[in-house]
Structures are given as C-alpha cells and as structure tokens.
C-alpha cells in the first residue's frame, strides 16, 4: 500500500524555465511534508517542507504548494538550473509516529 | 555535508550471512533512523532509536536489529540475509523529541548486495 506516490519516474526541462513535480497521498492524518533531493553516491538532502496548517512555503527558487482536499503536494522550481538535476523524492508524516513515507521519486533533468 | 557518515559504504554478502552497518550521526542529534531504498524505490522506514532505545520501527521483520550508543554511533544488524536483502541502507540522524516534523539528516549510505 504506497501511502505516498510519485506518479511521474521522470521530468525533463529547459533551463530556465519552471520544474514542477507533483506528490499525492492519502492518509489523510499526514500533518507534515517534505521534499528531498538525490544526487547519485549521495543521501538525500532536505530541500523545503510545509505543515499541514499552509498551503504554501517558499524558500528561494522553491515552492511547495499543498492541497489538503485533493491531499496532492507539489514542488516548483524557478527558474531550473542544470545542478538541479537530481532525484526528488516527497515524504510525509504524521506527527504522532516517527516514520515518514516516502514516494519512489522522481528523477528531474534540467536541459542546458 | 550532513555530518553524517556511513561505513562501509559497499558491502557484499553472501546469503544466510550476517551483517553489520555503521553510522556515525551528527553531533548533538539524539536520534537516528534508518531506512531502506531498493532500487526504484524511496526510502523505507526500518526504525528509529532515540536516546539509545528503540522507539519506533517498520514493517521489518525481527532479524533487523540495531544499537544506538551515547558517543552518537549507531548500528543496524541484519541476520540471515536474503537476496531480497540488497539494497542501499540509509541513516539518517534529527535532533530527536517530539513531535516528530523535523528534517532528517542522511548519510550516503551503505551499498549492500546479498548473493
């Protein structure tokens, strides 16, 4: 049962232009969200994360939007850059447990 | 750089062995966690210890074990391996408490193939 799903294995995009990469969930005691970057022969490292209580939480060239009622996250990334072709994977959790789920990923390739 | 280091970071196995995996957390961070990634997948929750006791863990059988010390190094202990056993093993270190919505902090992890 994949409480988490990343729908799209893959993104290519233009440099420049705007990355959006989509997560859904659905249980909906999740009150907690993050989004994690890969690169290859490394661990993943924290991007951006946004309670439950927003919508939205911005950080630079990063944007995550949640929607509760269609319990679907989504990162944006403007304007993508080459470095920021990596791994993307989104993880939730619920506050109460200590274990947060995490999707399969979504591999983003930034065209120069 | 995370602070978080990992060893060795490739390891093969043969099955019915028995492993071993090292994590050296970041300093300060009362809390480690570990997790599984097979390939194509994300990361699975295998548990967690926090202050050197067990306090929460995955749908993992029992031959997955783990130790946390107070020098802030950690263990995952795997008995019996099995092929299905070959994956990248990820620690991943937080400042610990409740509640739990903090950032983890990942090392690189541990490339293990069981043959």
């Known amino acids: 049962d994949q409480q988490v799903k990343q729908n799209s294995p893959s993104l290519s995009v233009q440099e420049g232009r705007i990355s959006i990469l989509n997560c859904d969930y659905t249980n909906s005691m999740f009150d907690y969200f993050l989004w994690y970057k890969k690169y290859p022969a490394e661990g993943p490292t924290f991007l951006i994360s946004i309670s439950s209580i927003k919508d939205k939480n911005e950080d630079g060239r990063f944007t995550v939007f949640l929607n509760k009622s269609a319990k679907h996250l989504s990162l944006h990334i403007v304007p993508s850059q080459p470095g920021d072709s990596a791994v993307y994977f989104c993880a939730a959790i619920n506050s109460g447990t200590y274990k947060y789920i995490f999707g399969t990923g979504t591999r983003l390739k930034v065209l120069a | 750089e995370t602070g978080v280091t990992q060893s060795p970071t490739h390891l093969i196995k043969t099955r019915g062995q028995q492993v071993t995996l090292r994590c050296s957390s970041q300093?300060?961070?009362?809390?480690v966690s570990w997790y599984q990634q097979a390939l194509g997948q994300g990361p699975q929750f295998i548990f967690q210890y926090y202050r050197e006791e067990e306090n929460g863990r995955g749908n993992f059988p029992p031959r997955f074990s783990g130790l946390q010390f107070p020098n802030y190094s950690s263990e995952l202990n795997v008995n019996a391996l099995e092929l299905d056993d070959s994956a990248l093993y990820l620690c991943?270190?937080?400042?610990?408490?409740?509640?739990?919505?903090?950032?983890?902090?990942f090392g690189s992890g541990t490339q293990l193939s069981v043959l």
């Open positions: 991943a270190s937080s400042l610990g408490g409740a509640p739990a919505n903090e950032k983890l902090f």
């Open positions: 300093s300060g961070h009362n809390t």
